[in-house]
């Protein structure tokens, strides 16, 4: 998704026809994966570890960009590979660090099919051959779009020109027995412009090019001009009929989507997302996130503890069958008090954030009091995994308060934390 064309964009998205809601259907029990785009993955793994920390779980496919000038990346291949994930390479045909300059008379489809880049592409196709490892790629993503120098109605191209492009790069890596590659073919899932010459449809290459069917969407909501708060349905279900009439074998997953929080509730977002998969997108095999924000929208899954906690809980619904190695995470407790010490009889209050956590979690407090007594209380947290607690002492001396998370089904208890206050 080029982030400088979005907000033309999402303006003409959501000025489109209306949406063909799917009719539901009963869920087909498949061994759904999660994917992520994480920035600094793969080049390194501590983020990719860092977010199964949190989450709790493996991430299956590992989605990172690389345009053709780049040549082959062995070592992010094998780092993803090592880490028991599959290496989706979104691989763009533009100069490189420039995808979002459309204007590149160079790199436009009809150069690559009359073979101006077929050495770098057998280069590509052999160094990603003798990896050894599964590889997905994923090139000239988007092409129903306008924003990329391989888009079907920008820099010189038509739509016509789209599928022999795709298939020249295909045959290339057939011919050198790379059949450790998967082909990837994704459109975004709204054509823009919005014309019969530029539907979905008139970009599929066929069968027998392709492994696998894709689509790119977001939930921006408000953060763009005349944009309103969309549904993950509402949002994919024209798209994946259309998939769905083209290749009625061929597997489809989500290669990029996200949501802001802007404008509606992102936790119910996430949690409709994934009851509705099962539901409504039998043939989706995986979810891939967009786990990056910028300045207007905040698309990562962790952008605060109450959005983490839905999308475990979303991965972890018995209805949505991952296939992944779903582990229970020790969450992490904070507690603060706002004083240290204070006067007989005027209030404290203590506070902390439950990550993560969810809405309404049970957090225990006890309170030790001079001379050994002790008393206790139940707290919940709020909308961002918040607790807070406050009294008011009636004897001097030395209190220790203590809190606990007792756990959930998805979440492993936590040690007692500890604060001591003393009253004077």
Partial sequence: MNRRLLTTFLVCTSLAGAIIASSPVPAIALNRWIGFYQPGTPQQLGPLSSMEGELGLHIGVVNF???????????????????????????EF??????????????????????????????????????????WIRPLHEMNGYWYPWSGTSNGNSPADFVPAWRHIHDIFVREGATNVKFVWCPNIESLPNTQSNSIAAYYPGDAYVDYMALDGYNFSTTINYVQWRSF???FAAPYATLCSLSASKPIFVAETASVSTGGDKVGWIRSMFA?????????VGVSWFN??????????DSNSTVLQSYRLGVANGAYSPGLRLGRVGPALSINADHRTVRLRHRVSFSGVLTPGSKSDQIRVEIEMPHHRTTHATVRTDGDARWSFAFAPHVRGYYFVHVTYAGDATRLGTHSKTVRVQVK
């Fill in 94 to 135: 533009c100069a490189e660090g420039k995808s979002g300059v459309v204007d590149q008379p160079a790199y436009r489809l009809s150069r690559i099919t009359r073979g101006d880049f077929d050495s770098k592409i057998r280069a590509y196709a052999d160094a990603a051959r003798n990896s050894g490892h599964e590889i």
């Fill in 233 to 235: 349905e509402s949002l």
């Fill in 65 to 91: 960009f690389r345009c053709i000038e780049q040549g082959f990346t062995p070592t992010e291949v094998d780092n993803a590979a090592a880490h028991g994930s599959i290496p989706l390479i979104t691989l």
């Fill in 292 to 301: 990056s924000a910028n300045s207007v929208q905040d698309w990562p899954m």
């Fill in 276 to 284: 509705a998969i099962p539901r409504q997108f039998p043939r989706i």
